[in-house]
């Protein structure tokens, strides 16, 4: 079965520093991989996404993530925050071992942005 | 073109009263979910619709029904309110041959 666990619940950096948002995810096949960011009391909106057309993937405001087979992770990363990145990040994986398509969320991380 | 809509964005209810919660799309999906929101565990599928007409079972679906009389809508009820389904519901979509699903804002629900 399809799994994902996100590394760190909370994530502090200060404003012009580098994000990193650890994922790992666990496969019996070539998964789909997405990032969802959820600002305060919104929804959830699409980052990036990941189908195995190439390892890095660009995604909306700056933000990219790195597909590595061999260490089962994708992290996200951004080179420098800024105030309206603090928000939720869900990372997710697709699974079809249901005969549907299914998403699997992980726990999400906090990420604070200080001036 | 609104995307994935729901009705309404905040509710409060006692123990024991019932509602339902409406999901619209206009983007002629096949697929529709329900999820439910609390913290530090994600989002978690209640339901789910692989086309009009039909539903089926997700993680967490004791508690709640839903029906997909229309493509366009999935409703999720809740016959008999208890606190432990206080938390933020998500609908979303999702077409036939892509995996990426399109979410609404949410509803807020709480039971005292």
């Known amino acids: 079965a399809q799994s994902v666990t996100q590394l760190d619940s909370h994530v502090s950096v200060s404003e012009g520093t580098p994000v990193l948002l650890r994922c790992n995810y666990s496969s019996s096949y070539s998964p789909s991989l997405f990032w969802y960011v959820q600002h305060p009391n919104k929804g959830l909106q699409l980052l990036l996404k990941y189908t195995s057309a190439a390892t890095l993937v660009k995604g909306i405001n700056g933000f990219e993530a790195e597909f590595k087979k061999s260490e089962t992770s994708f992290h996200l990363t951004k080179p420098s925050a800024h105030m309206s990145d603090a928000a939720e990040y869900f990372c997710?994986?697709?699974?079809?071992?249901?005969?549907?398509?299914?998403?699997?969320f992980g726990a999400g991380t906090r990420l604070a942005v200080h001036p | 073109n609104a995307g994935v809509t729901q009705t309404p964005k905040f509710r409060v209810l006692k123990t024991g009263q019932s509602m339902t919660l409406l999901c619209a799309q206009d983007m002629n999906h096949e697929y529709m979910y329900w999820y439910r929101q609390d913290p530090g565990m994600g989002l978690r599928l209640i339901h789910y619709?692989?086309?009009?007409?039909?539903?089926a079972k997700g993680e967490v679906p004791d508690g709640y029904n839903v029906s997909r009389l229309k493509k366009q809508n999935f409703l999720l009820g809740l016959e008999s309110a208890a606190p432990s389904q206080t938390s933020v519901y998500f609908c979303?979509?999702?077409?036939?041959?892509?995996?990426?699903?399109?979410f609404g804002p949410g509803t807020r629900l709480t039971v005292l």
């Open positions: 997710v994986v697709s699974d079809f071992s249901g005969g549907y398509n299914k998403l699997i």
């Open positions: 979303a979509s999702t077409g036939t041959f892509t995996d990426t699903q399109y």
């Open positions: 619709s692989v086309g009009e007409g039909t539903t």
